[in-house]
């Protein structure tokens, strides 16, 4: 799995991590069971420091996400991934809620925002609509 950190971003590096882990779950790059990288590895080829990758892990087991066995070390959880809670749905309209915002003040329209949406949750992160390049 590739993993791309931008350094100078606001968001923390742990985040970073995690989303992008859950991301690649969500490709199916990565599927139930697949062992992780341990935390010494991944630190090493990122070039951070492993306690920031010890807590994307962490937040991802806490969620649900990955699952920590004795001689396995770190998997995709093998089993049924996490459902849908209210915690997660309170989060995603705080997140939606920003970036609708956003996309209210650059005028963009109703109908391209629910297009661009819908690319990015379909997989198709090189929509173009009639206004976006």
Same mark, same amino acid.
């Given at each position: ?36 990288? *341990? @935390?010494? =590895?991944? !630190?090493?080829?990122? %070039? ?7 807590? $994307? ?40 809620? *920003? @970036?609708? =915002?956003? !996309?209210?003040?650059? %005028? ?7 297009? $661009? ?17």
């Amino acid at each position: 799995m590739f993993i791309e950190l931008e350094l100078q971003s606001d968001r923390p590096i742990f985040a970073q991590i995690a989303q992008q882990i859950v991301e690649g779950i969500a490709s199916g790059e990565l599927n139930p069971g697949d062992a992780m990288p *341990s @935390v010494r =590895s991944l !630190a090493s080829d990122l %070039g951070i420091n492993l306690h920031t990758v010890n807590k $994307a892990y962490q937040v991802l087991k806490q969620d649900g996400f990955l699952q920590v066995h004795r001689k396995k070390g770190v998997v995709v959880q093998p089993g049924e991934m996490p459902g849908v809670t209210e915690a997660f749905i309170d989060k995603l309209h705080r997140q939606l809620r *920003s @970036v609708a =915002s956003e !996309a209210v003040v650059r %005028g963009m329209s109703e109908s391209e925002f629910v297009a $661009a949406s819908l690319a990015v949750y379909r997989g198709d992160l090189m929509y173009k609509g009639d206004n976006l390049e």
